[in-house]
């Protein structure tokens, strides 16, 4: 087997690992002015650099992976719909959040994204639902005292 690099079958690893890198360089640049602290006494820059770092090596094992492999014939398949419906939950919650609180936004989130599967299941989501609204009143409003209302009537 030849040492030398191959043209990509499938440049979609190379694609999303430059975004990933391209992003977390300029979350870093962007993160550079606040200071930085230590793991003991983090300042306000030291937590978006960490995720930043872990973003841009992610993005370098992507590119590195890129290289390795060789999947399918090189057609990039975009799933339009799952894309989408996570794109509309998000937009959702951000929507319920500051019109109707915490635990309606959650349930409008979970119930939009279900669509995004072709074979949703309604009693999963119920289930998820009650998880996710138990976990997020827990820490959110409960261990971190944010002023975020849970239900605006």
């Known amino acids: 087997m030849s040492t030398a690099l191959r043209p990509l079958s499938n440049p979609g690893p190379l694609i999303v690992g430059a ?11 962007a993160a550079r ?24 090596f992610v ?11 060789s999947v399918g014939a090189g057609v990039l398949h975009i799933a339009w719909r799952p894309l989408l419906v996570v794109s509309a939950s998000v937009v959702v919650f951000s929507v ?37 609204e138990v976990i997020c009143i827990t820490i959110f409003h409960f261990l971190l005292g944010l002023q975020v209302e849970l239900v605006r009537l």
Do not use: K, Q
């Open 19 to 29: 975004i990933f890198v391209a992003s977390g360089l300029a979350f870093i640049i």
């Open 33 to 56: 002015d606040y200071a930085s602290g230590s793991a003991l006494r983090m300042g306000p820059g030291y937590f978006p650099t960490l995720i930043a770092s872990l973003l841009v």
């Open 59 to 69: 993005g370098l094992m992507n590119i590195a992976s890129s290289f390795r492999e």
């Open 96 to 132: 319920l959040i500051v019109t109707t609180g915490l635990v309606p936004a959650i349930a409008g989130l979970i119930l939009v994204s279900l669509f995004a599967s072709r074979r949703p299941s309604w009693r999963e989501a119920l289930a998820l639902i009650a998880v996710v």
